[in-house]
């Protein structure tokens, strides 16, 4: 098989270990030189309900996800009920031949509207109301059903417990054997995600044996794939790349409270506080390290962390649209003390606690306008991994230039992307600090004698200066003289005026495709590598397109917007959220009137053939506005 283009899913119950298959199969396809973009979706109750990871597999960086799927591999009868419509001519679909029996109203685990459509589907084609029906209706529909006795294959196999824990690693091996994948690469895989557990290698290398001779003597394992040549790369969610690019950005104190999908990047840091490693980049930064607190709520979180700011340590807090809801008086604290620190957003699907685990992009007017009264902020967001490591150093730079709070945002669904990415280009790291005093002997915190609205830190300890949630005056102190009041608030407000200037419109928004395009997509966060990858698409139908991609939303980049949209043709906005809030940020700030849309809000990734169908319909003017729907 050569120019692979690869679309796998795997499926099981939460807490049934499909992490593991997904690193399993991400890394040895990386071991022998592909690339694999992958994006977990599970439910948010702790263990049980469905759980399944989307893969693509390309020679070329992948960008983004299709459908229909090219594997569907069910660790249980869930998976082939939740993925029924997933699947089309020449899916293999891969099961556990137990299953076939299984009944459609004992499968507790799927959800009861999520069951009702099921069965409905089932009965409107005659079919049984169990596996056995289900995969009949895939067949119908062109997929090439496989089933494999999964017990059968580790019969013999010395195993510890029962054979079913090692179901999802077996599920793994068969996949890989089945395209083509050769078996040095799935045991090298397992070295590496067991790491020195010898133990757990062991065995788990016998069910890869297994499964490897099971597809040979069944003549089910693929021709060889050729290996790739490959650069270094590194195998990151947005989580972790968050986590990277502050420990590579400087960063010394984090603070957090547990909530989806941010927890995962303060876990990261916990495991990283002695960052002597880091010595072989930076001998400056490897330099003592960094502390983590898991605080007792999110308005401790960020206070805490403006405390260790005032002190000059590069500071942080990560949260969601819950916790960053609680956390908005601490950041109005933060406007008028001019407080340096970084607030990492990560979204998710709300109101309320709404959709804890599934992807939306709803908090951007949240974010732009959290806390009372008026202060200068920055909003920054990132759209793919490495953009998270980058940004995040950013960030903490932003915060100690402009001494103000930034907000990053990232989007759940990239919070749980798994991608490989380039190595960190030292180079690029750059961790600035904030201006300092020089003068002692007349210390001003919040000094007028500035041209750019920032005014020297002090040093915590020497320097005295007063705090108060107040208006104050240079030295801190409570004042509502009328003139000192509008020259803080102008001071304050400066500092963004001088950030749009100072900062590059790279960093800002970007043009992707060609100047001619017929079509501009208006974007950010997570859909960059969907239209990227559609702008190909596209072409190949005779669509023209291009992206304005938008980065930094306080300040916004308007000249640059309003340059672009003014030659743009047909402009179509496209989020994950149901009022396309970009798009109202553009009209707020260049009066430009966006008025087609592509919106997803049902909590799940939009995928390249829906958002090119999607496109499709809105250039030959059937529709205005498409809100796109797929999603297990």
Known sequence: MSNIDLNLSIGGPQGGGIDTSSNLISRAFASSGYN?????????????????????????????????????????????????DDVSTGTIVLYDT??????????????????????????????DLNVKGALALMKKNGAKIMGIPFSKVLEGVELDGPATRYYNVLGASLTLSIIGLD???????????????????????????AAYKYCRDNGLQGKTLPDMDAPPRMLLTGNDGAALGKIMGG??????????????????????????????????????????????????????AEGAAITGARSATATSGPGFSLMAEAISFAGIDEIPVVITFYQRGG??????????QGDLMFAMNTGHGEFPKMVISSGDVEECIYDSMKALNYAQRYQLPVIHLID???????DFVPVIETKKIKVEQSLKTKDKSDFKRYTLDTKNGVSPMGVFGKDIFWMTGDEHDELGHVTEDPLIRDRMMEKRFTKLKVAD???PDEDKAQVFG????????????SQKGVILDAIDGLKAKGIEANMLYLKMFEPFPSKFVDKILKKAGTVIDVESNMTGQAAKVIRMNTGFEVTNFILKYNGRHITEDELISATSDIVSKKKKIVVLENGA
């Open 501 to 503: 200037d100072e900062i």
């Open 514 to 525: 060609s100047d001619h395009a017929k079509v501009t997509f208006i974007t950010w966060g």
């Open 412 to 418: 759940k669904n990239l919070a749980n992307t798994s």
């Open 251 to 304: 960063l010394r104190f984090q603070t957090y409270y547990p909530i989806t999908p941010a927890s995962d990047e303060s876990s990261i840091l916990e495991e990283h506080e002695d960052i002597k490693w880091l010595s072989n980049e930076n001998k400056k930064l490897a330099s003592g390290g960094i502390t983590v607190v898991q605080t007792e709520d999110e308005l401790s979180a960020i206070t805490m």
């Open 183 to 209: 078996q040095k690469f799935t045991r090298d895989s397992l070295k590496h995600i067991f790491g020195n557990k010898e133990k757990v290698i062991a065995l788990n290398v016998k069910v890869v044996d």
């Open 351 to 360: 109101p309320s606690t709404g959709l804890p685990t599934r992807n939306g």
């Open 98 to 127: 137990n299953d076939e029996n299984a009944e459609l109203a004992q499968a507790r685990m799927i959800m009861r509207d999520t069951a009702k459509r099921i069965n409905g589907v089932l009965q409107e084609n005659k079919l």
């Open 36 to 84: 694999v973009l992958g994006v977990r979706e599970f439910h948010s109750n702790i263990k049980g309900r469905h759980s399944y990871v989307h893969l693509r597999i390309r020679e070329e960086r992948p960008r983004s996800l299709k459908y229909p799927l090219d594997f569907l591999v069910a660790l249980d009868p869930d998976t082939i009920f939740e993925h029924l």
